[in-house]
Nanobody
């Protein structure tokens, strides 16, 4: 059982960077697929980026700008967001599922296979 705790978020202007984090007190990151999703008002929740035991994925909309980073020493996963755009404004959620090499991050339905979710953090990009 995981209890994902998120931190970070906030309001920034376009072009700026932001880093948000997700951690659990007892998880071993190498045993989980961990990803980031976001949801803007009136929009469907969409996958942002994901890292699993055997695979990774990143949405085209953020490729080259967003990076998922795992810090195993602190059991923390970060989403580094660079060159933020107004369309990046959303509530960002981290999520995880125990991964036995199932390539969750490569699945189109990976969102529905995540067993654990953080509460989300709001990122607002505006000028």
């Amino acid at each position: 059982q995981l209890y994902l705790v998120q931190s970070g978020g906030g309001s920034v202007e376009p072009g700026e960077s932001l880093r948000i984090s997700c951690t659990d007190s007892k998880w071993r990151l190498e045993d989980y697929a961990v990803g980031w999703w976001r949801q803007a008002p009136g929009k469907e929740r969409e996958g942002v980026t994901c890292i699993g035991v055997r695979d990774e994925s990143t949405a085209d909309s953020v490729k080259g700008r967003f990076t998922i980073i795992e810090d195993k020493s602190s059991n923390t996963v970060y989403l580094q967001m660079n060159n933020l755009k107004s369309e990046d404004s959303a509530v960002y959620y981290c999520a995880a599922v125990r991964d036995y090499g199932d390539n969750y991050c490569s699945r189109s339905d990976s969102e529905w296979r995540m067993d654990y979710w953080g509460k989300g953090t709001l990122v607002t990009v505006s000028s």
